[in-house]
């Protein structure tokens, strides 16, 4: 195979990868009050991560070798029809895993931080929010300890 050969097949690679991401990343959002499977789905996506970036080396080491001194763009425009039609829809399509799985990222570290929020809300009526159990007025008495650490 050729240096055009081995990109295409880098940038749908890339593309297989990202998909793999959003799907992952969308069954952590049904799951994301059980954090084992948070864990495990993240756990899953560090994989996947680690041989995108592989993926994505190679990608930029192709890239360089087809199109020196060029951008992406100036490249595009300087590829033949047959060419262009055939990389153009896998380029769209990996801009759209990218966007896809950046916005499932920001919810889901939204959800994370409301089920957190949650969690903290549910220990402080649990255990009471007597204020900081270091400082006091002088003179005043502490009320009850709680048998619950409140350190994280």
């Known amino acids: 195979m050729g240096i055009w ?3 295409v097949v880098v ?3 890339e593309n297989d990868l990202l998909s793999k ?5 969308t069954e952590k959002q049904k799951k994301i009050n059980d954090a084992q499977e948070v864990v495990r789905y993240a756990s899953e996506e560090q994989n996947i991560l680690v041989q995108l970036e592989e ?5 930029a080491i192709l890239f360089d070798a087809l ?6 763009e100036d490249w595009l ?11 153009t829809p896998l380029i769209l399509r990996l801009v759209e895993n990218i966007g896809e799985l950046q916005r499932l990222n920001d919810l889901n570290q939204e ?12 220990l402080n009526i649990l255990i009471g929010d007597d204020g900081s159990p270091t400082y006091q007025r002088p003179g005043a008495n502490a ?7 409140r350190k994280v």
């Open 5 to 7: 050969e081995d990109f």
């Open 11 to 13: 940038i749908q690679k």
């Open 21 to 25: 991401l959003v799907d992952l990343s």
């Open 55 to 59: 993926i994505d080396k190679e990608r």
């Open 67 to 72: 199109a020196p001194g060029l951008d992406l």
């Open 77 to 87: 425009q300087s590829l033949d029809e047959e060419k262009e039609k055939i990389i």
């Open 111 to 122: 959800l994370l931080a409301q089920s957190l929020s949650f969690v903290e809300f549910s």
């Open 143 to 149: 009320r009850g300890k709680s048998i619950f650490d």
